[in-house]
């Protein structure tokens, strides 16, 4: 789900174009998280806000994507670090 507030973007044409370039942006990178989700069988509900009070490139609105998911796959290899040796803790 991607959030483009009312109050930046007054007109809903605004806010269409620029979830429509999110989502772009989200399928042609997914990859980065897919790995990772597929290898744990994880499933995640994933809720982009737009919070740029101006409109952004189309690259520069990528690469700002393109860190938060990164960002969120080094997360989710840690939790799954963590829960498998807190697994082998258990036994």
């Known amino acids: 789900m991607i959030v483009v507030p009312k109050k930046n973007f007054s007109k ?13 942006c989200f ?6 998280l ?12 994933l809720l982009i806000s737009y919070i740029a009070k101006d409109k952004l490139t189309l ?12 960002r969120l796959h080094s997360e989710l290899k840690k939790m799954d670090t963590s829960s498998v040796h807190n697994n082998d803790k258990s036994i």
């Open 12 to 24: 809903a044409t605004e806010r269409n174009k620029i979830k429509r370039q999110m989502r772009e």
């Open 59 to 70: 690259k520069e609105a990528e690469n700002s994507l393109v860190k938060s998911l990164n």
């Open 27 to 32: 399928r042609i990178n997914k990859h980065i």
């Open 34 to 45: 897919h790995s990772v989700l597929e290898e744990n069988n994880l499933h995640i509900a």
